[in-house]
């Protein structure tokens, strides 16, 4: 038998935006009294995904307390649905035992959307929350917001553990979550100049693989400081599949006539991955599963590059040789925390991207003149920086992989020989007063440097492991607070 499934919708979406995907799993097989759509108030600004997560709980003990609900069942969420369903994994089974069987998430905001800054702006409360007295969910969108506590505060249940636990929601046995996102565009979004992403969703925030290490500059060097990554909790790789054809919405509309794509293979593709997900019942189909996923991602991959075999590719999936090919470029999402090393946010900070030169002399400082390289990391790495507005101390970079990569890219033909084949990040923090400064008490600003991604595996520190191709990275710095010498004096009396 098929099972029972639990369909949960995104933000501002009600909760028959999921019923096509229920109609379709009718279709093949699930009975409607098996299938059910969850839904929840994201528009109110006084509810936060925690609310939306303890009524879930109740409502589903109710539902199997009186039968509607099997012991288990699957779950499908959309968007901000992802985080609500994680939110009540981790809030009620941190170390497994959920009634879930597989979690499969379509197009999820796992690590936040862009989009979320907007959903407070005069125009969006507009067009979205006119009927609402102009509420537009803004706890919801707080949570939404790139580099949002929330976001990481899951992950360090369900994914992530920088004191070496793995717990988890998640297990091969258990829990096993599923993630499908597409690299087309919602028409219209174009306008806000973002790549590798739905529309909504960046393809590297959806991803629910994520790493993390800690940056300890109070041990080691400025430039050499400690890094400690963080444990993985749960499996160690989740079936991650990224559709060339289908955008935020679409991916909701398992029928090939909704795919962007005129080649039957790949407008087909969406539904029995939907499918395939859903009937995994052991490891070896979830291993299984996981590689045919790769499989697919890697393809999408393939049509951001250059070449015959790479033409051939975008004509018969997009129609033409000449389709638009940055926006399948990968990116890594970097999430940035800074804390003093007593534990206070600093907000106060400049991160850039430069690289380590080879003869050691790498003193990091904002005093020193901008450098060519740091220009073209800025110009052509970053493609978007964000600070997060309700925590200063959280700054989150989307790098473009391709530019950092290829063969005309910064680590291969920008960096001269003066230099290691390094991307490092520097981090420059202003002093918070007269009294107080960070890094060093010998300028006003002082700085340090984080080595993120080598083009030689023989990288010291694991730089050349940290940085994944679409995924998010979390990198928590501390940084020393360094006291002036009359906050604490003695002397004798006289």
């Known amino acids: 038998m098929p099972g029972h499934v639990l369909l ?38 006084d509810v936060r995904v925690g609310d939306s997560a303890r009524r879930m709980q109740a409502v589903i003990t109710e539902m199997q307390g009186d039968g509607r609900l099997p012991a288990r069942f699957h779950l499908v969420v959309h968007s901000t649905g992802a985080l609500v369903a994680r939110r009540w994994l981790a809030d009620n089974y941190p170390s497994g035992g959920a009634p879930v069987d597989n979690l499969l998430m379509l197009a999820p905001a796992n690590f936040g959307s862009p989009l979320a800054t907007l959903g407070r702006s005069l125009l969006t409360r507009v067009i979205k929350g006119w009927k609402r007295g102009f509420q537009t969910g803004t706890e919801f969108l707080h949570a939404l917001e790139l580099g949002s506590c929330l976001q990481e505060d899951i992950a360090l249940i369900d994914r992530l553990s920088p004191d070496g636990e793995t717990a988890s929601p998640f297990s091969i046995a258990g829990t096993r979550p599923f993630v ?49 990554p963080w444990t993985r909790r749960g499996p160690d790789e989740t079936p991650f599949a990224v559709l060339p054809d289908r955008h935020h919405l679409t991916v909701l509309r398992p029928a090939g006539k909704w795919s962007e ?70 990116f890594y999402q970097i999430v940035v925390e800074a804390v003093d090393e007593t534990g206070l946010p600093v907000t106060d900070y400049r991160l850039w991207l430069t690289a380590p030169k080879i003869s050691g002399k790498n003193k990091v400082s904002a005093a020193k003149p901008i450098t060519r390289i740091e220009i073209d990391a800025q110009n052509n790495l970053i493609k978007d920086g964000h600070r997060n507005r309700r925590n200063g101390e959280r700054r989150v970079l989307h790098i473009d992989r391709r530019a950092l990569m290829q063969s005309e890219g910064f680590l291969k033909k920008t960096l001269s020989r003066a230099y290691e084949p390094v991307l490092a990040a520097a981090i420059t923090a202003a002093s918070p007063g007269e009294k107080i400064a960070y890094f060093s008490r010998d300028a006003r600003a002082g700085s340090g ?8 595996s023989s990288e010291p520190g694991g730089g050349d492991r940290f940085l994944r191709r679409y995924a998010t990275h979390f990198i928590r710095i501390i940084i020393p607070r360094v006291l002036d010498d009359d906050v604490f004096t003695v002397r004798p009396l006289r």
Not at 13 to 42: I, N, R
Not at 192 to 197: K, T
Request: glycine share 10%; net charge negative.
């Open 261 to 330: 794509s005129n080649d039957p293979q790949t407008a087909d593709r969406l539904s029995g991955l939907i499918l395939a997900a859903l009937a995994v019942k052991t490891g070896a189909d979830y291993a299984r599963v996981a590689s045919e996923w790769t499989s697919v991602s890697n393809e999408t991959r393939k049509l951001a590059q250059d070449g015959d075999e790479a033409d051939a590719l975008r004509e018969r999936i997009l129609g033409r040789a000449s389709a638009n090919k940055s926006r399948f470029n990968e």
């Open 180 to 228: 499908i996102v597409g690299a087309c565009q919602i028409p219209g979004t174009q306008i806000l100049g973002e790549e590798a992403w739905d529309g909504t969703v960046r393809i590297a925030s959806a991803n629910i693989d994520p790493r993390g290490m800690t940056v300890d500059f109070t041990q080691g060097s400025l430039t050499e400081p400690k890094l400690t």
């Open 8 to 45: 949960i919708h995104g933000w501002s979406a009600p909760d028959k935006s999921m019923a096509e995907v229920g109609h379709f799993l009718t279709g093949h097989g699930y009975q409607t009294a098996d299938l059910f759509l969850g839904g929840y108030p994201s528009m109110s600004d």
């Open 449 to 456: 440097l984080i080595r993120l991604r080598t083009h030689s």
